[in-house]
């Protein structure tokens, strides 16, 4: 880590990656500054895209805080978003080089912070990355941090990751992030929808995640989530659903110590595996 971190200037580009200019805490400058046009034009045009699917996919939640993010036809300034963000509900996001370790990631939730990767992918990864870049960190993520009881539900994880990381569970717990923050979906009045990051800013998963007829759909249970396992390359086979966002956040307040045991002597599953103690959803 550098002492101070690096900014850079219009003419020159942050590689991506690159640690070396992120403080210890693993947040760095945004340098907004280094973008290009054509940077620019790869985030307005991955947000008309993505905008265009919402309709009966995505939460009415996420829809409604979406024009918080604000500017839509650039990347925006992390600190515009800000003034909107730390009124709203405490949090604010801060810029950082690409995926952190699991200890500073769960300290900055726990901390009302929210890391949002600050480079954007190339034109050859329109469709797809295989790493978050600022495209799914602002648009998945940061809408639903207005809505005050998602946003409480994302600090108590990051706290609870504090402590799964002192007792050598955070890939367990990553569980529980992986199926609710990035590729949760949720039971509207209206029908199933997507609340999830990393289905809402994939422009082929979303349609997926709420239609197909291919993946399990299982009513979210913390043992059943944290035993199991997770695809990184390709749609999920199983998707874990909640019937709101209050039902996230009151389960997760017990401590979850017993269920890191439970998990350990259970075993895992396979990412497409099924259990008999499943409650599964069905598509009407
Ligand atoms: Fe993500």
Known sequence: MAVEPVVYGASERPPRGDYERAHADYTCP?????????????????????????????CDAFIEALPSLGVRDRIPRFEEINE???????????????????RPF????????FPVTDWIRTPEEFDYIVEPDVFHDLFGHVPLLFNPVFADYVQRYGAGGLKAHDLGAGELLSRLYW????????????????????IL?????????????????VKLDLLRCMRTRYKIDDF???YFVIDSFKQ???MTA?????????????GELAADESSASDSLITLG
Do not use: C, M
């Not at 769960?106 to 912070?113: M, P, Y």
């Not at 990035?182 to 999830?196: H, K, N, S, T, V």
């Not at 017990?254 to 259970?266: E, H």
């Open 201 to 217: 800013s994939s422009s082929s998963e979303l349609k997926h995640s709420v239609t197909s007829q291919h993946p399990q759909r």
């Open 84 to 102: 909107r963000l730390k009124p709203a509900t405490g949090w604010e996001i801060v810029a950082v080089p690409g995926l952190i370790p699991e």
């Open 248 to 250: 996230l956040f009151d």
């Open 236 to 238: 999920q086979a199983t």
């Open 179 to 198: 199926y609710t923050i990035e590729f949760g979906l949720i039971r509207q009045p209206d029908g199933l929808r997507a609340y999830g990051a990393g």
């Open 106 to 113: 769960f300290d900055l939730l726990a901390n009302r912070r």
């Open 30 to 58: 945004q340098n907004w500054a280094s973008y290009t046009d054509a940077d620019h034009d790869t985030y307005r045009r991955l947000y008309a895209r993505q905008t265009a699917l919402l309709p009966g996919l995505a």
């Open 254 to 266: 017990p401590d979850f110590a017993p269920l890191y045991a439970a998990v350990r002597s259970l």
